[in-house]
């Protein structure tokens, strides 16, 4: 049954009283991701919905994905805490079934932004033709429904009465497999090939609008500028793919890992299981505060419209 994915790992965390205040310290630190998920993303949301300018294409993207960590943080980090805490079977499920889904819809708008990105950067002429609001919207909804439909098939047989443990947990297997090729490492490979077409298409475009620029003084501040927004860009990309796979590869793969121990092809001990479960969780949702940190608030349109902001806060304050 799937919901060993969630059930088991969280019962396997309760049982051993050695590890409980261990075990109650993860919940606590899951309820502060969750509520600072909550804070970054819905900040986002305001911004955009006060900000007209940003009510772009690209920060349509950004704001669907806000709404997928937001329900992260609302949704998913609760139900967790609930199944741990209950360890009642269709809590469980529930948790099992809702933190899929999310997850699921986290790869899909990871996977639009990065296209998006490219488009934008190598296509930049093309791109108002290629990228409209009507398929960019009938994108995103496809994302949303895809994502809810791929994670409520497992109940064709975690609810099958007659179905026995045995061929449960295989059909778990083939399903965890099946998601881990092709909605984990298809996009993980996607998206490292774009960012590293993107940096290297950014790094050759500053090289030859540089090579341009004539004197000496300038030509050095423009080199140690091209320098530093070369590393800047480096890093965005390399977290962004950092938090793919520390924040979703790795929960994926425990679901694998997870179905490999109950068959009986692995034996994980439960001290280990009590460490290694919190860490993916935590992982997991610190993704959902990753995320905007990374695809918003290191974009200058958003950093500019948070100051303008938080300026009016004061100044509405004051008076």
């Known amino acids: 049954m799937d919901n060993k994915n969630g059930s088991n790992a969280t019962n396997n965390l309760g049982k051993e009283d050695v590890n409980k205040s261990d075990y109650r310290g993860a919940l606590v630190l899951f309820g502060l991701l969750s509520i600072s998920a909550i804070a970054a993303n819905s900040l986002i949301l305001v911004l955009i919905w006060k900000k007209r300018h940003l009510r772009t294409t690209s920060n349509t993207i950004l704001a669907s994905l806000a709404v997928s960590d937001l329900l992260t943080g609302v949704v998913a980090v609760p139900m967790v805490i609930a199944c741990t805490e209950t360890l009642i ?17 986290t790869v899909a708008h990871l ?21 409209t609001k009507v398929r960019l919207a009938w994108t995103l909804a ?9 994670s409520l098939v497992q109940l064709t047989w975690v609810l099958h009465a007659t179905m026995d443990d045995d061929t449960m947990i295989r059909f778990d297997l083939g399903y965890d497999f099946f998601h881990m090729i092709a909605l984990v490492m298809v996009p993980l490979f996607l998206m490292i090939s774009i960012y590293t077409k993107l940096f290297i298409h950014l790094r050759w ?17 423009n080199a140690r500028r091209r320098k530093v927004n070369e590393k800047k860009t480096a890093f965005l990309f390399i977290a962004m793919i950092a938090v793919f796979i520390f924040g979703l590869f790795l929960y994926f793969l425990w679901a694998i ?8 092809l692995l ?3 439960r001290s ?3 460490i290694i479960v919190p860490v993916i969780i935590f992982l997991r949702f610190l993704s959902a505060l990753c995320n905007p940190l990374l695809c918003t608030f290191m974009k200058q349109d958003f ?3 948070l100051k303008s902001f938080l300026n009016a806060l004061k100044s509405s304050r004051r008076v």
């Open 267 to 269: 034996n994980i001990e």
């Open 303 to 305: 950093l500019d419209a």
């Open 272 to 274: 280990a299981q009590n």
């Open 142 to 150: 496809f994302t949303w429904v895809f994502s809810l439909l791929a």
């Open 205 to 221: 475009q500053c090289k030859e609008i540089h090579s341009d620029l004539s004197g000496h003084t300038v030509s050095q501040f």
């Open 111 to 131: 996977i639009i932004l990065s296209v998006d990105r490219y488009i934008r950067i190598i296509k930049i002429l093309q791109y108002p033709s290629i990228v």
């Open 257 to 264: 890992i997870d179905d490999l121990e109950v068959i009986g």
């Open 89 to 105: 079977q269709d809590v469980c499920i529930a948790m099992d079934i809702s933190n899929r889904f999310l997850a699921f819809s």
